[in-house]
């Protein structure tokens, strides 16, 4: 070894060592940041530092908290409503049997399908059947999260023919029965049933009909059932909106305290702990927890608007090969950007499920089918053609070209911004489907409209949706029983035109 190779390795040592001792004393005694001037004497936090730390740790994990919750304590405030408002109790049947209508407030519901709900407590109840009648029905179970844990009816596995599903309780150890069932194993306590009546032929009557033959009781009765208790929702003003700030705190503490929680979610529940929510304690926050936790829901709230508006460009259909948009260089978005399960192998998908659970509920492996299968899939709209977001002061135009991919049929509902439940107009009507009687173009197309009242064109009434100055809305057209033209290209929906 040369001297000159000697001396460079010694000189590269000091330089070495210099530039460890260099990054060392750069620690600094003042940090400037969002929440202000942070001081460390001698390496050690001030008292007001260590304060201002802790504050923006606990409201920093307060909003992701938000965001990760939302999806539950939407359904939570489904069961409270439900009972607030209808006094239907757990197992009591809510049905829309004259359609829901923009008097009830329900994350993009619609009024052209019969719904029927139940909200279930396994925790209270043991064992459930959901015994599914033969026809026109597609149903749905999930958990409290809104993870899909089985389609009933027409998607699922007893194909529309009818059947029994058994829901069993998390970690059950009772006796099975071992035929007669779809077995269903329940990892938590809370599960909503909704059954969707579809109507064919222009007959409402006999989907409210087939709706009111589904059965829900526990096993322990199956020998002889009780007739469920039918509660319309029709007509009816009811909210089962998530609430803002203390009250969304207080949902998601009643239902961590009723259910398991759920492995993925144990570093969150460690985010809620020093902000008072924990499993088997009751929610008693102190001056200073509330004042973090109100502050975090405004910010959440306002986190989920933004992400279900402008979220579909920040994300993709992962796996599929498929962008956010089903007609390409439109202003339509798939409204199913999140799957049943809410996980990729990779990363679970809370972008996508706040933009989903934000403005809708339920999710189902037979709602954002990809492929011409029964089910259905939607898209949506915030902006018109060129670009501008959609006015309840304005009026506009919707082409919907002939022979819409739609095998049962296919709707039309407008959504206020605020709410993103129905927009609620004089004519308590926000919706038009393919069973409406509406006027025809002579190729087979059909020419909708939205306006302010009065302006309905002449002649094209049947055709026309109020809306209300002042607010913003956004449609959302369904595809119920999606054939492949709607993704194949072969079939496009234009963009809504301001009519000038």
Do not use: C
Not at 365 to 380: I, T
Request: aromatic share 12%; charged share 20%; glycine share 10%.
């Amino acid at each position: 070894m040369t001297t000159n190779y000697k001396e460079r390795l010694i000189a590269a040592a000091i330089v070495g060592a210099l530039s460890v001792t260099s990054a060392q004393a750069q620690t600094p005694d003042s940090v400037n940041s969002r929440i202000g001037n942070l001081q460390f004497e001698q390496g050690f936090p001030t008292e007001e530092t260590t304060q201002k730390v802790f504050d923006e740790i606990d409201y920093q994990r307060a909003v992701q908290a938000y965001l990760w919750a939302y999806p539950a304590v939407s359904f939570e405030a489904i069961r409270i409503g439900t009972k607030r408002d209808l006094g239907a109790d757990l197992i009591d049947m809510v049905i829309a049997d004259n359609y829901a209508d923009p008097k009830g407030r329900w994350l993009t519901a619609n009024d052209t399908t019969i719904y029927a709900y139940t909200n279930v407590d396994l925790g209270k109840s043991g064992p459930i059947v959901v015994e599914n009648p033969p026809g026109a029905i597609a149903g749905i179970i999930d958990d409290f999260w809104q993870r899909s844990l089985a389609d009933v009816g027409i998607p699922g596995p007893d194909a529309g023919k009818g059947g029994k599903f058994l829901l069993l309780p998390p970690g059950y150890k009772g006796d099975v029965p071992q035929t007669g069932y779809f077995i269903l194993q329940g990892t938590m306590n809370n599960y909503n049933v909704m059954i969707r009546g579809i109507v064919l032929n222009n007959d409402k009557d006999a989907a409210v009909e087939n709706v009111k033959r589904v059965k829900v009781y526990p096993l322990s009765e199956s020998s002889n059932p009780k007739p469920n208790k039918f509660v319309s929702m029709s007509g009816k003003v009811m909210d089962t909106t998530p609430p803002m700030g203390m009250a969304f705190w207080e949902l998601l503490s009643a239902f961590i305290n009723n259910n398991p929680v759920q492995e993925r979610d144990l570093f969150y529940m460690a985010m809620l702990k020093p902000l008072g929510i924990e499993k088997g304690k009751e929610f008693k926050p102190d001056a200073r927890q509330k004042a973090i936790l109100e502050e975090a829901a405004q910010m959440g709230d306002a986190m989920g608007r933004v992400m279900l508006f402008e979220g579909p460009d920040r994300f993709h259909r992962v796996g599929e090969g498929l962008g956010v948009e089903p007609f390409p260089g439109s202003k339509w978005h798939w409204v199913f950007q999140v799957n049943p399960v809410q996980k990729t192998d990779t990363y679970g998908q809370i972008d996508e499920r706040l933009h989903y659970t934000y403005g809708a509920i339920y999710t189902t492996p037979a709602l954002g089918v990809m492929k011409a299968a029964p089910g259905g899939n939607y898209v949506q709209a915030f902006k018109d053609k060129d670009g501008n977001r959609l006015d309840g002061g304005k009026s506009y135009r919707l082409h919907v070209p002939a022979n819409p991919p739609a095998e049962q049929f296919w709707s039309l509902t407008l959504y206020d911004t605020a709410t993103r439940s129905m927009i609620q107009n004089a004519p308590n009507d926000s919706a038009r489907f393919s069973q409406d009687k509406l006027n025809t173009n002579a190729d087979g197309s059909i020419d909708l409209y939205f306006g302010p009242a009065g302006s309905a064109p002449a002649g094209s009434e049947a055709n026309w949706i109020e809306t209300v100055p002042g607010k913003g809305f956004y449609p959302m057209f369904r595809f119920y029983g999606p054939k492949a033209g709607l993704f194949d290209g072969t079939w496009k929906l234009p963009d809504i035109e301001l009519v000038k």
